[in-house]
């Protein structure tokens, strides 16, 4: 079964401009996070979804949106790029059910550049 | 969530169990523990997971201790590919499911 797909794996954007990342979960899963890590430091919850709905949301500002479809996709927006957004941003998935213990799978990320 | 406090690096030879040890002293009684592993340019990999009582599957085996304060992850015969930073996580089952990674423990599996 594939995993969580992300892409694309690598962009390079300048300041000042708007940026769509894009996930795919594991068939089955319902719910996606977002995460934003940068180098040397351990990954920093963003968002989550589930069944298309905002559940969770990290201290990001107003600059970071997302949304999820209904075949469970999701998309991650950052306006007004700037150079502190250089980051892995990182999507995962989890469950079939909202209150669950079954753990979140990661993809490998997309990797943001700001020039 | 509770907070977790992992050792920054740890070494282990080739063929050896590799313990990281992780304490999470105000975890509560519905929080659960988490290990996660990232080998540099890769999404985090799930290992294992655990309420109160150990836990095994082909990754690793978990032990936590009797009153939950910390907890163990074993690897049983580390080798090189084993190299990668190591996160525990505690988080509510009922939570937002967000996923503190904190620092980790640089972990590096010598010849």
């Known amino acids: 079964d594939a995993g969580v797909t992300q892409s694309p794996t690598h962009l390079i954007k300048t300041r000042g401009q708007h940026v769509t990342l894009r996930c795919s979960p594991i068939s089955g899963h319902k719910s996606v996070s977002w995460y934003q890590q940068v180098l040397g430091q351990g990954p920093q919850f963003i968002f989550q979804y589930y069944e298309k709905e905002e559940r969770g949301r990290g201290n990001f500002p107003d600059r970071f949106s997302a949304r999820q479809f209904p075949n469970y996709s999701s998309e991650l927006n950052v306006n007004a790029l700037l150079l502190g957004d250089s980051a892995l941003y990182l999507c995962a998935s989890s469950g079939t059910g909202w209150f669950s213990n079954q753990p979140q799978h990661f993809g490998d990320g997309t990797r943001l550049s700001i020039l | 969530d509770a907070k977790t406090t992992q050792p920054p690096s740890m070494d282990c030879a080739e063929g050896r169990a590799a313990n990281l040890p992780c304490n999470h002293s105000t975890i509560s009684g519905n929080e659960y523990v988490y290990w996660y592993r990232q080998i540099h340019s890769q999404g985090p990999q799930y290992i294992i997971h655990g309420l109160k009582n150990n836990e095994t599957n082909e990754m690793a085996s978990l032990i936590i201790t009797e009153d939950r304060k910390s907890s163990t992850l074993i690897l049983p015969h580390a080798t090189l590919r084993d190299t990668a930073v190591y996160y525990c996580?505690?988080?509510?089952?009922?939570?937002?499911?967000?996923?503190?990674f904190g620092k980790g423990t640089s972990l590096l599996v010598t010849p």
């Open positions: 996580i505690v988080r509510l089952s009922n939570s937002g499911y967000a996923l503190n």
